[in-house]
């Protein structure tokens, strides 16, 4: 809780102090907008996506880039890493993919959706994804295969945001249900 990491559409990310405000590293320039910017789980490595279709991974002390791009075909809605720092999982336009964190390979094939995919996020253990997509559903993906685990989870409006609970058992989908947001708990 110490450093902030923000995404600028200056081509960059950065790491302030959260006390003071003040830069703590240098600018980790993209290739283009940074969209999302998100610290490992032990704070030593920011995985950040741009809008020209590229993730990379940083030493945040160095703010040098660890890994060589990411490559997407479109735009990188996010990135970020599974629990143990060891997987990436990202969202662009209508696929999901999972990265190796440290050589920056590809662990699947593109998991798809039929519209755009709004969200993914790791279960709590790291075994499962779970993604919303503006298709109207919610999916559940095997981290390692990228394989589906479940049918899709059916809304009658686009699903903006899927979570798994702190214990994993759970899934909570919000959607845009007749112009509000709803949620569903999904066992």
């Not at 559903?137 to 095997?142: G, K, N």
Request: hydrophobic fraction near 35%; include cysteine; aromatic fraction near 8%.
């Amino acid at each position: 809780g110490k450093r902030i990491v923000t995404a600028s559409w200056d081509n960059s990310a950065r790491v302030w102090d959260a006390q003071t405000g003040r830069p703590v590293a240098e600018r980790m320039k993209h290739n283009g907008h940074v969209l999302s910017a998100q610290f490992s789980a032990d704070g030593k490595r920011i995985v950040t996506a741009s809008f020209y279709g590229t993730v990379r991974v940083w030493d945040v002390q160095s703010s040098e880039a660890l890994t060589e791009s990411m490559k997407h075909n479109g735009v990188v809605r996010s990135a970020q890493f599974s629990p143990d720092g060891q997987w990436i999982v990202t969202v662009s336009m209508k696929t999901v993919r999972v990265w190796n964190a440290q050589s920056g390979q590809p662990q699947t094939e593109p998991m798809k959706h039929n519209g755009g995919v709004m969200s993914a996020q790791f279960s709590p253990d790291g075994k499962r994804i779970v993604t919303a997509s503006d298709d109207h559903t919610a999916r559940v993906w095997d981290a390692q295969t990228g394989q589906p685990l479940t049918e899709p989870m059916k809304h009658s409006r686009y699903v903006s945001s899927a979570q798994f609970s702190p214990d994993g058992k759970r899934i909570v989908t919000a959607s845009y249900e007749i112009g509000r947001a709803s949620c569903r708990e999904r066992v």
